[in-house]
């Protein structure tokens, strides 16, 4: 992208489509992971900080525990308790659904994770903020953007 050429303003519709399809919130164009595990520092995009912070990735985190627990843990639990399968069989598909699944979801709670961070503070984004205003959440070279 041109450091002259400012980013068009995100709509919530925008940040719910770019972490949708695992994006940067602020340009769209640039895939938040480098790696399958790794995600960017930074867009290598529009240099915008996708961790925010030491605790940023509490997000996540909370997000993939929850779908774990709420709709694979819970759910197979309960229906050993109730006798429709084996008790034990119950235990051991929970056990496995805890250990995989938070794995198979890592890049989307990730992506989720910004999405909801984003559509409840936009204006935290650079594509939406005022010109006058101090500019933390990016890389030092891509401030002037």
Do not use: Q
Request: hydrophobic share 45%; charged share 20%.
């Amino acid at each position: 992208m041109n450091d002259l050429e400012p980013l068009p303003k995100a709509s919530h519709r925008d940040i719910i489509a770019r972490g949708l399809t695992g994006r940067c919130p602020n340009c769209g164009k640039a895939k938040l992971f480098r790696s399958l595990v790794r995600i960017h520092h930074s867009c290598p995009n529009c240099g915008m900080r996708l961790e925010r912070g030491d605790g940023f990735f509490l997000g996540p985190l909370c997000i993939n525990y929850g779908i774990v627990a709420l709709f694979f843990v819970a759910p197979l639990l309960l229906i050993g308790v109730a006798g429709w399968i084996p008790l034990k069989l119950a235990l051991a598909l929970s056990l496995g659904g805890a250990l995989l699944l938070p794995i198979v979801l890592y890049r989307y709670s990730w992506s989720w994770w910004l999405m909801i961070y984003y559509t409840c503070l936009p204006d935290e984004l650079h594509a939406n903020r005022s010109s006058d205003c101090d500019d933390l959440s990016f890389e030092e070279e891509k401030r002037a953007r």
